[in-house]
Nanobody, 124 residues
Framework: QVQLVESGGGLVQAGGSLRLSCAASGRTFSGYAMGWFRQAPGKDGEFVAALSWNSFSTYYADSVKGRFTISRDSAKNTVYLQMNSLKSEDTAVYYC?????????????????WGQGTQVTVSS
């Protein structure tokens, strides 16, 4: 079993930056692909970014490509989402997710473990 806890959300002005963290516990997340998703009020959840188990591959939604970066620190069992040039439309609850797989194909992964989410609010 993997437990995921997000942190780092908050209120930021448009154009600013935030770094979200997702700490995994329960077992090492070696061998797990990691993802970030978000859900804005009144909207369906959407994929944001994914990272392969060995960090060789990444995949981003078009809406965040070039602005967001996903990374991991395996020694700390933590995955990050660096968010730059934030826009009001990035306002959402952000969730991290994990799935045990060594695939480098990150499109369409079905995640088994989810965190509770952290709120990101971007003021315009």
């Amino acid at each position: 079993q993997v437990q995921l806890v997000e942190s780092g959300g908050g209120l930021v002005q448009a154009g600013g930056s935030l770094r979200l963290s997702c700490a995994a516990s329960g077992r090492t997340f070696s061998g797990y692909a990691m993802g970030w998703f978000r859900q804005a009020p009144g909207k369906d959840g959407e994929f944001v970014a994914a990272l392969s188990w060995n960090s060789f591959s990444t995949y981003y939604a078009d809406s965040v490509k070039g602005r967001f970066t996903i990374s991991r620190d395996s020694a700390k069992n933590t995955v990050y989402l660096q968010m730059n040039s934030l826009k009001s439309e990035d306002t959402a609850v952000y969730y991290c997710a994990a799935v045990r797989t060594r695939t480098q194909v990150l499109v369409g992964l079905r995640y088994d473990y989810w965190g509770q989410g952290t709120q990101v609010t971007v003021s315009s």
